[in-house]
Every structure is written in structure tokens, then in C-alpha cells.
């Protein structure tokens, strides 16, 4: 069935606060067999944002967005209380982009007293973004599990910036034989490169001015890698951190080289590599990506002996 399109801001859009009227919303498109497209957010919106919505415009015949600043994604010493919110301005740019429906449950209504459980996909949690975040993808695998069984939608849209999660959701809704597809979007940037967020937001604008380093060391290492034939994670990791902490605030958590799929560090660079880093700029905390096919390197060059032998 062809999606139907909605011309962005021309129907009205339906909000919901209770878990039991967005899931009668969706029983009936589902009834009805339309095709239901999920955008999980915390609100305020960005261009990022709003390229999930649209690209669910495309695909779907329903859009609903969830905007909730879950707390159990926040660390006792993180940012919940100050997480930017700006809900009326995300209800304007929700309608405009497309969406039929927008989720905005209380805390309340998501943990009601009492509620004690937490949905873990085991050591991939606790590597990258989950080292210095303990229990952090506990808390975003959990919210959206609740979410999926709320919304029942069909496919779900989320942004390559958060890779680890992506990686980390896909395994969940694998492993638990969840019916819904995850559809990723590319990451969207500033002109100079900075990936949008909305902790954007936090940046002071001596600190906006450096901020771009981090995008500058991942396409430094994508030139080393394709073009320099570089192989050495190690000596690449060390050669982008001073590229971004030279002459900066900047305090980087990690820079890492892994198999996106596992999240593995690479030993050697070869094959689909994630490229990652987050670093800390101020308040706030900034992490990007790239996906690198590395071509050669000796995995490849064992591969060609072998045929060389046979």
C-alpha cells in the first residue's frame, strides 16, 4: 500500500497524554490497516528532529512523535532537570512537518509507583557513551521497549549521530522479536560540520567556535584511512585528540574504532568501522560518528593469499 502524504500543516494533529488513549489511537489506525511510523524524541526540536518526521511522512500513513525527557536515561549528576524543553515550539514544528500524532506522557505515566523493571542488552551497554554513563541504555532500551508496546508501530525512525544506540536498539528488537523496523537517518550538520543536538543549546559561543573540531578529526581520519592508507588505531586516536584538544577547553572521553555491529575496538582497521567520539565542551557533551569502509588492510591481504594458494 502507497503511503498516503499529508501536506505538512494542513490537518489537525491529535495529542495524547495517557498511554491508553495513544494506544486506541494506533489500535485503530493499525485496524484500519494503515501503516504507523514512530519518531521517539526528548523534545526539543531541531533540523534532525524534524528529518525523522518528515522521512516517516514518507514512508507511513500515520506519524506519531513521543517527546518525553526520560529519567531513567539520566545519570544523579546529569542534566535532567535543565534538558532544554520547549514543548509548544515542538508542537508547532511537529504539525508543519507531518505528524498525525504526538505522545507526551508524564514521568508518572510511564513508571507509575512501583515500577521496577529494566530491559539490558548486556556488555554492548556499558562499552563507548556507556562507560562514563552507567546505566544509560538500561534506561533508553526500557522507554522505548514501552513506547513500541504503546505505539505498535510499524517502522521506527532514529538518527545515525546516536549509532550506539541505534546498534543497541536493533539487538533489543532482534533478541526480543519485536515486529517493527528500525529506519536510520543520516545525521544532520551545521554548515561547519557540528551535528546538531539539543544540547547544542549549552554552548557558549567561545565554545561554539571549537566545537567543529570533533567533525574535523572524524574526516581527518577518514582522509588518513582511504587516502593515507593509515591501519593503526592507535596512532589515529592519538593524532585525532590532539586535533581537537590543541589550544581548547575540550575534554575527550573517547575516540573509538569499532565494528558497528559489536561494537568491538578494531585492532586493526579493516572492514565497516565506526568511527567515534564524544568529548565535553562546557556543559555539554558531544558525540558524532562516521562510517568508514576500510578497504586492504591484512584481513584482506589473508583473504588474497589464500585464493593466491588455491
Known amino acids: ?72 536515561q539520566f545519570g544523579p549528576h546529569e542534566d535532567y532537570e535543565h534538558y532544554p524543553r520547549d514543548l509548544a515550539r515542538d508542537l508547532d514544528r511537529a504539525r508543519e512537518a507531518g505528524a498525525d500524532a504526538i505522545f507526551v506522557p508524564e514521568a508518572g505515566e510511564m513508571y507509575p509507583p512501583g515500577f521496577s523493571t529494566r530491559v539490558s542488552v548486556g556488555p554492548m551497554t556499558t562499552q563507548l557513551c556507556g562507560a562514563a554513563r552507567p546505566g544509560h ?31 543497541i536498539l536493533q539487538k533489543m528488537i532482534d533478541e526480543l522479536s519485536v515486529d517493527v523496523k528500525i529506519v536510520t537517518c543520516p545525521t544532520v550538520r551545521e554548515k561547519d560540520g557540528l551535528a546538531l543536538s539539543s544540547r547544542n543549546a549549552y554552548l557558549a559561543p567561545e565554545e561554539r567556535a571549537v566545537a567543529p573540531r570533533i567533525y574535523r578529526a572524524l574526516r581527518f581520519a577518514q582522509r588518513e584511512i582511504l587516502v593515507g592508507g593509515e591501519r593503526e588505531p ?73 585464493r593466491e594458494k588455491r
Open 1 to 72: 500500500m502507497t503511503p498516503k502524504k499529508k501536506a505538512a500543516g494542513t490537518e489537525g494533529m491529535k495529542r495524547f497524554q495517557s498511554a491508553e488513549s495513544q494506544r486506541r489511537f494506533s489500535r485503530q489506525a493499525r485496524e484500519a490497516g494503515k501503516k504507523i511510523g514512530l519518531v521517539p524524541t526528548m523534545g526539543a526540536f531541531h533540523e534532525g528532529h524534524l528529518s525523522l518526521i518528515r522521512r516517516a511522512r514518507a514512508q507511513n500513513d500515520v506519524v506519531v512523535v513521543s517527546v518525553f525527557v526520560n529519567p531513567l
Open 137 to 167: 541504555f538500561d534506561g533508553v532500551c526500557t522507554v522505548v521497549l514501552k513506547l513500541l508496546g504503546i505505539v505498535q508501530p510499524h517502522r521506527m525512525y532514529l538518527g545515525e549521530k546516536d549509532a550506539q544506540q541505534v546498534t
Open 234 to 306: 592507535e596512532r589515529l586516536r592519538a593524532r585525532m585528540t590532539e586535533q581537537i584538544t590543541d589550544g581548547t577547553p575540550f575534554a575527550v572521553e573517547y575516540v573509538a574504532m569499532v565494528d558497528p555491529e559489536t561494537l568491538v575496538e578494531r585492532r586493526e582497521l579493516s572492514g565497516r568501522t565506526l568511527i567515534a567520539i564524544a568529548a565535553r565542551l562546557g556543559r555539554a557533551r558531544l558525540i558524532d560518528n562516521l562510517l568508514i569502509h576500510v578497504p586492504g588492510g591484512r584481513m584482506a591481504e589473508k583473504v588474497g593469499m589464500t
